[in-house]
């Protein structure tokens, strides 16, 4: 079982940076591809951004591509989501979910995923 947490949401002007982590519980984090999905108010919650359990494979979701970038450090059980040049329209809670796997298949789908944190609010004012 993964337990997951998110951190480093807040407030900023658009055209500006954060960068989010999801922190892990478990001995086992490097045997799941990680996601960040997000949710705005009244909308269904959207894929953002995939990676392989190794790192070695990515994908984004066409309205962040360029803008955001996923990593991870297997060592520290963390997955990141540098986010560049926000826009108002990225506003939303931001989650992170784990899906067990070891393939260099990407997993874009919220049903995919099995482990998911509380989540992380973002707010980009214009």
């Known amino acids: 079982q993964v337990q997951l947490v998110e951190s480093g949401g807040g407030l900023v002007q658009a055209g500006g940076s954060l960068r989010l982590t999801c922190t892990a519980s478990?001995?086992?984090?490097?045997?799941?591809?990680m996601g960040w999905f997000r949710q705005a108010p009244g909308k269904e919650r959207e894929f953002v951004a995939a990676?392989?359990?190794?790192?070695?494979?990515?994908n984004y979701a066409d309205s962040v591509k360029g803008r955001f970038t996923i990593s991870r450090d297997n060592a520290k059980n963390t997955v990141y989501l540098r986010m560049n040049t926000l826009k108002p329209e990225d506003t939303a809670v931001y989650y992170c979910?784990?899906?067990?796997?070891?393939?260099?298949?990407?997993?874009?789908?919220?049903?995919?995923?099995?482990?998911w944190g509380p989540g992380t609010q973002v707010t980009v004012s214009s």
């Open positions: 979910a784990a899906s067990y796997g070891t393939t260099r298949f990407l997993k874009f789908n919220v049903y995919e995923y099995t482990y």
């Open positions: 478990g001995r086992t984090f490097s045997s799941y591809a």
């Open positions: 990676i392989t359990w190794s790192g070695d494979n990515t």
